[in-house]
């Protein structure tokens, strides 16, 4: 509880983002979009941290520490992950996922 | 209903519904403003828990460098006006099942499980205290998480450097 | 005490030798490997010869008794503290003299091939290989224990397949190589069975404890029996066997006429001098326990005599003169075999253990010297048979003057070598046992008789056309003939009853004239008639040939034992037997695997449609697995 808030709103809360981060990874075609997703992914979990922290530990830093230490890793994450989207797009002039199953068998 | 539950309903609101739209939206530009939106709430939710130098790292680090990232190499792979195709229905079942039984599954161990009641401080954390604790290397420190961050940066920089360049050929 | 541990060199020569001319030999021109190749084999000669003059004159005798000296010892594999095998060389009489007997022959044959082979195809590889042979062959005679002398002896085994094989052109080259392995391996499956027996009986693979009065073989005898006889005298039989195969004893000799597909020199080297007395070697070997169990030593004596026979009557009617030489070889090995089988331990008694290993060594010098010589008369008259050849003493001096001593020493005029050691053979058969002293007596007439018929038949007989006028052979080929030669005269003059016996003390002994009066007869009878017959073209072969017509094809056909050989295994054993199992092989043990390997094959078609390349399809398999794995967890297994 916190001024009023359970904890389990901001679990529910980050749940339900999870669940929409993932049905977009799992739909979306675009890898940009895909891209996204796995930030919405990455955001829920953050809230749970955080919130866990501050309820059940508020002497202690370690979630707030974990969140910050995550939204680097996101950054460069993200910055790795558009240089290999922008590389694949000069090369098949396409970032469909679907499209990119040279993997297969 | 206090104020803090409202603000909490409000950007619950805000995130789960742009979320939705974010995964959505067929226009993929405005799928990015989307998840700035829940990007801003979450700072938001950052605030309430008055840990406010975490929702500045938010703001700056999330909205406003990976979201500008995000557009940015949108910009260089599509066209604005471009609708993305509609995925198909043959995948939208199985992964809407999916999410939604696993959110289920969640909310219901969720709300079976007690938490301790705590009641949590109200106290502002210091940037002082956060200052503190990220250099320093005794208990409660995070000098080596931290420099490990920064090698981790350094390298994703170059990286993505390498990556992207043009080759001569 | 002398050390002899230097003669593992002897060995190791030429072991050496076939790696480096077999890996490196083509790096050279081909007359450096041959001339590497007897160099090498002239200093494992020299040693050879060191070391019986300091054996047999210097350090061997101790008491009166030539001692039996490990020279080398090696542990190879060690599997339990009881089952081991060693690898080393040990000296007694019998093994120097096989030294003595191998490296020479084996020398002369290198420094012939320098000639007879020179401009050929492969003649590294032969030079290669001679050299394996003769490490092979030398670690068969100092072998300290059984399974080192069965290493060896399948090694041996493998070499002389390698020369028979050497003009591997040769469709019946190659036909013949297969023979002779397949023969002797057929054989050596006996020897092996026995050696497994007396090992596992006597708890030893040992010669020296095998061999040793008090030892687990003789001293205290297994008392299993196996149909009637004792395990001892089935062992000894089964490795007689091995040596038979070996030796081209009836009815394991099938191979050896065939063998003369290979070159000469290896034909008087391997099959004529070293390898196919390895049988007789054997045998020497285990003589001690041999001596024990008179079954087996009946049965050695038997088939040596009989086959000693049989190949005479059939070395009378071939034409290829390499054949009648093989066929030769044959009997003379019968022969030695009978005089171990006639013989005692000791004393007066063991005369036919002495008697063979003479005429081992002195038929080591003769035989050679004859293939020797059919290889020069071959050279230059290319061809084989008898009828192609005829007054070649005037155009080959060298090579007729040889023949004529080594056919001399076969038959057994004195003073030639061969009179001495087959008339010792003869008197030991004589006072064994009077129906043996009458078939060697016979062959012994029969041997000279086919000897000069071949003599007559090459260097007089009828005076050929030829093509080319033949010319006498090179020098390389010329030397070692005159060496043999030397040999084959002068051998018999070695006081061998004081050097190698049974109990290796000495013997003495006095020619009994009674015996020797009538074998030189009989040679000199056998000698008349081929003079008769062949020192002109006359009708008498013909009319006797006529007047025994069936006798004469069918010694002409080798009484068809490899018709006989031949029908068992192609209609009987290939149609019964083995087609039903290539069957059953086919079938049931092919089909049952290609049966898994086609499910395997259908199932990973079908299954490898899940490998999509499809990330999103990847990624919903693993939430909806991930949140099963969560159900499971949270809700069945509490």
């Known amino acids: 509880m916190f001024e009023g808030v359970p904890l389990s709103w901001f679990l529910i809360l980050s749940t339900i983002m999870f669940f929409i981060g993932v049905y977009g990874f799992l739909v979306r075609k675009n890898l940009i979009t895909i891209l996204m997703s796995t930030e919405l992914i990455l955001n829920s979990v953050c809230i749970n941290f955080v919130a866990f922290n501050k309820i059940l530990y508020p002497e202690h830093m370690e979630g707030m520490f974990f969140t910050v230490f995550i939204i680097a890793v996101a950054a460069a994450e993200a910055s790795v992950a558009i240089a290999i989207i922008i590389n694949i797009y000069r090369r098949i002039v396409n970032i469909d996922v679907e499209k990119m199953n040279e993997m297969k068998y | 209903m206090t104020s803090n539950q409202f603000m909490f309903l409000l950007f619950s609101a805000v995130i789960v519904i742009f979320s939705i739209l974010t995964v959505t939206s067929r226009r993929i530009l405005r799928a990015a403003t989307f998840l700035l939106f829940v990007l801003a709430s979450t700072a938001g939710l950052y605030f309430l828990l008055k840990y406010n130098f975490l929702a500045a790292i938010q703001l700056i680090v999330y909205a406003g460098g990976i979201v500008v990232l995000i557009i940015f190499s949108i910009l260089l792979t599509s066209h604005i006006a471009e609708k993305l195709p509609s995925a198909s229905l043959m995948k939208k079942w199985p992964a809407a099942l999916v999410a939604l039984v696993g959110a289920a599954l969640a909310i219901v161990v969720i709300l079976q499980y007690n938490f301790p009641g705590s009641v949590g401080s109200t106290e502002l954390v210091d940037v002082t205290q956060v200052g503190n604790s990220l250099i320093n290397y005794g208990k409660y420190g995070y000098a080596l998480p931290f420099e490990v961050i920064s090698i981790l940066l350094l390298a994703a920089m170059i990286g993505a450097i390498v990556l992207a360049k043009k080759r001569k050929d | 005490m002398f050390d002899f541990s230097y003669t593992i060199w002897i060995l190791l020569i030429p072991f050496f030798l076939f790696v480096l001319i077999g890996f490196w030999g083509n790096k050279f021109k081909p007359i450096v490997s041959g001339i590497v190749g007897c160099a090498g084999l002239l200093t494992s000669w020299i040693l050879s010869l060191f070391t019986a003059y300091k054996y047999f004159f210097d350090v061997g005798k101790v008491d009166g008794v030539y001692e039996q000296i490990i020279g080398y010892h090696t542990l190879w594999l060690r599997f339990t503290d009881t089952l081991y095998i060693d690898l080393g060389v040990l000296i007694d009489p019998i093994s120097v003299m096989m030294l003595i007997v191998v490296t020479t022959v084996s020398l002369m044959a290198h420094i012939y091939s320098t000639g007879y082979l020179k401009g050929q195809k492969g003649f590294m590889r032969f030079y290669s290989f001679l050299s394996l042979f003769t490490f092979a062959m030398l670690g068969l005679v100092v072998a300290t224990n059984i399974f080192q002398m069965y290493i060896f002896w399948e090694l041996v085994g493998v070499s002389s397949y390698l020369l028979i094989g050497f003009y591997y052109e040769k469709p019946s080259a190659v036909a013949a190589a297969k023979k002779a392995f397949i023969v002797t391996r057929f054989a050596d499956l006996g020897f092996l069975i026995g050696i497994l027996l007396l090992s596992y009986f006597t708890q030893t693979f040992d010669f020296l404890t095998l061999t040793s009065p008090t030892g687990p073989a003789i001293a205290t005898p297994p008392a299993a029996t196996f149909l009637g ?329 080798k009484f068809y034992i490899d018709e006989l050989y031949l029908y068992i295994t192609h209609r009987i054993i290939f149609n019964h037997i083995s087609r039903p199992i290539a069957w059953f092989d086919r079938h049931i043990v092919d089909g049952s695997m290609n049966g898994i390997s086609y499910v395997t094959n259908q199932a990973s078609d079908k299954i490898k449609g899940f490998q999509s390349g499809q990330l999103q399809q990847y990624a919903l398999v693993f939430v909806s697995g991930a949140i099963l794995l969560a159900l499971v967890f949270i809700y069945l297994w509490t």
């Not at chain 3, 030796?247 to 003369?260: E, R």
């Not at chain 3, 007789?280 to 005599?305: C, E, H, M, N, S």
């Not at chain 3, 003769?366 to 007054?391: E, P, Q």
């Not at chain 3, 000495?506 to 020619?511: A, G």
Request: charged share 10%.
């Open chain 3, 229 to 557: 006889m004792s395990v001892l005298t089935w062992a000894m039989i089964l490795i007689f066997m091995g040596g038979a195969g070996k030796s081209a004893m009836f009815p394991l000799h099938i191979w050896l006429p065939d063998a003369m597909e290979g070159p000469t020199p290896v034909s008087a080297l391997i099959h004529a001098a070293t390898m196919v007395v390895a049988g007789v070697y054997l045998v020497a070997r285990l003589f001690p326990i041999y001596v024990t169990v008179p079954i087996a030593l009946q049965v050695v004596a038997w088939v040596g005599a009989f086959s000693s026979l049989f190949a005479a009557v059939i070395a009378c009617t071939q034409y290829d003169i390499k054949r009648v030489l093989a066929y030769s070889t044959m009997s003379q090995i019968g022969y030695m075999m009978c005089a171990l089988g006639v013989s005692g331990l000791g004393g007066h008694e063991g005369l036919g253990y002495m008697a063979s290993m003479f005429h081992l060594f002195t038929h080591a010098f003769f035989k050679a010297l004859l293939f020797l010589c059919a290889g020069a008369i071959i050279h230059a008259v290319h061809s084989n048979y008898m009828y192609d050849m005829g007054g070649l003493r005037k155009y080959l001096p060298i090579t007729h003057l040889t023949f004529l001593a080594a056919c001399l020493a076969i038959a057994g005029i004195p003073p030639f070598a061969g009179f001495f050691s087959k008339d010792e053979i003869l008197v030991a058969a004589y006072h064994h046992d009077t129906a043996l002293f009458a078939i060697e007596y016979i062959v012994a007439g029969l041997t000279a008789f086919y000897m000069f018929r071949l003599y007559f038949g090459i260097f007089w007989g009828k005076k050929q056309d030829y093509h080319h006028p033949p010319h006498e052979a090179p020098l390389s080929m010329t030397i070692p003939l005159m060496f043999l030669a030397l040999g084959a005269i002068f051998a018999g003059f070695i006081p061998f009853s004081h050097l190698v016996t049974s109990d290796r003390q000495i013997l003495e002994l006095e020619t009994e004239w009674i015996i020797a009066i009538p074998s030189i007869v009989i040679a000199l009878v056998g000698i008349g008639v081929a003079y008769v017959m062949y020192l002109k073209p006359t009708e008498i072969p013909k009319k006797i040939a006529h007047a025994l017509r069936g006798f004469y094809t069918a010694a002409y056909h």
